[in-house]
Each structure stands twice: as C-alpha cells, then as structure tokens.
C-alpha cells in the first residue's frame, strides 16, 4: 500500500501541478497538500531528487512571487493588490 505522499511524490514525477491539481488526483483535501509537499521536499534529497517550484504569478501587473518560500497559494499580490493570481506549480526532478 502507497502513502499520500508517496502517491504525491509519483504524480509529480509526471509533471508541474497545482496544489489543487494534486489534491484531486491523490484525493486529499486541498489545503493539506502544502504541509504533505513541505515534507516531501525534505525527503527527496534521500532519493537523490528535488522539489520544483514554479512560482505563482499575478495575472494583473506579472509580479513573480520568487522569493516565497511557502507551498501555499498566496492571498493577493504584494504590488497591485490584485487577487488574480496564476497558482504555484510543483514537479520533481532528478538531481
């Protein structure tokens, strides 16, 4: 039998998905795949893979949320104030 994790960590190989891309294909609740994918992070390093993070973007002015270190989706943009925002994608690659 697979974990959650281990289902997450597979999905990913796949290719870049958004946290709610992952919690309907694994079949969790979508505000648990940050922490699942936190320690997914930590331990890839083991098998010699990490995790990918494509930042999320603003759709308004293109702010890029490149220094935020969370897995969560991010509230509204820090520039415009705008809430369209283009979620952070995940993917894992080989080292």
Known sequence: MTTVRDRIR???E??????LQI??????PQGEVAEHLR?????????????EVEPAQCLSCGFTF??????????RCPQCRSE??????FWVRAR
Do not use: C, K, M, W
Not at 23 to 28: A, F, K, L
């Open 66 to 75: 490149e220094e935020r270190g969370r897995f969560r989706r991010p509230s």
């Open 39 to 51: 320690h997914l992070a930590r331990s890839l390093a083991h098998r010699g893979q990490a995790l």
């Open 84 to 89: 369209r925002l283009q979620p952070p994608r």
């Open 23 to 28: 919690s309907q294909d694994v079949g969790i």
């Open 10 to 12: 597979e999905a990913l």
């Open 14 to 19: 796949q290719g870049p998905l958004t946290s």
